[in-house]
Antibody, heavy 123, light 110 residues
Framework: EVQLVESGGGLVKPGGSLRLSCAAS????????MNWVRQTPGKGLEWVSS????????YYADSVKGRFTISRDNAKNSLYLQMNSLRAEDTAVYYC????????????????WGQGTLVTVSS | QSVLTQPPSASGTPGQRVTISCSGS????????VNWYQQLPGTAPKLLIY???QRPSGVPDRFSGSKSGTSASLAISGLQSEDEADYYC???????????FGGGTKLTVL
């Protein structure tokens, strides 16, 4: 069974840092681009970042560029999101999602999604 | 404000056909394929339609998608109570160099 499990969320003060992880299983992780997508409580979806299968291509939303860093470890079947200089507006549920039929990290066919991990930025 | 525009809500009665629109621009829908996601209450989004009109295995054929120019639509026929969910459209945006989502449409089955 294809599965994605996020972890690392929690409560952090403004200006603080947090590292999210996403453990993948049930598929050849190194063959797929991966993404982080977030959802503010009660609001819609916002793409955060994507990384190609080899890690050679990386993209960020303008809202997180310079503060967040996406990375992956194909040997550990894991995806990461290092979040620095966190702001209140970064409060959201963060999902990792596999991208099917993506080329060099570019695509929007996200399937499946993990269950999400909640990040709360508050003093 | 979301880059792709969807109506915030839609509704229908069981058995009815409903459509949800998604409007974009030449840099996203106009030049790339559209995907649709269904998010049931309290769960993660699930891929419903990809490449404008393709259904992943397991998605009932009651769900269909279409695209014309810079707009796309999701149609649900034979509406069922379990279809009550939030629906999101998404497409790659060449100008922003990343995926963009619609604001979501909350479907209520009356």
């Amino acid at each position: 069974e294809v599965q994605l499990v996020e972890s690392g969320g929690g409560l952090v003060k403004p200006g603080g840092s947090l590292r999210l992880s996403c453990a993948a299983s049930g598929f050849t992780f190194s063959s797929y681009s991966m993404n982080w997508v977030r959802q503010t409580p009660g609001k819609g979806l916002e793409w955060v970042s994507s990384i190609s299968s080899s890690g050679s291509y990386i993209y960020y939303a303008d809202s997180v560029k310079g503060r967040f860093t996406i990375s992956r470890d194909n040997a550990k079947n894991s995806l990461y999101l290092q979040m620095n200089s966190l702001r209140a507006e970064d409060t959201a549920v963060y999902y990792c999602a596999r991208c099917s039929s993506c080329y060099n990290g570019r695509g929007v066919r996200f399937d499946p999604w993990g269950q999400g991990t909640l990040v709360t930025v508050s003093s | 404000q979301s880059v792709l525009t969807q109506p915030p809500s839609a509704s229908g009665t069981p058995g009815q056909r409903v459509t949800i629109s998604c409007s974009g621009s030449s840099s996203n829908i106009g030049s790339n394929t559209v995907n649709w996601y269904q998010q049931l209450p309290g769960t993660a989004p699930k891929l419903l339609i990809y490449s404008n009109n393709q259904r992943p295995s397991g998605v009932p054929d009651r769900f269909s998608g279409s695209k014309s120019g810079t707009s796309a639509s999701l149609a649900i026929s034979g509406l069922q109570s379990e279809d009550e969910a939030d629906y999101y459209c998404a497409a790659w945006d060449d100008s922003l160099t990343g995926p963009v989502f619609g604001g979501g449409t909350k479907l209520t089955v009356l």
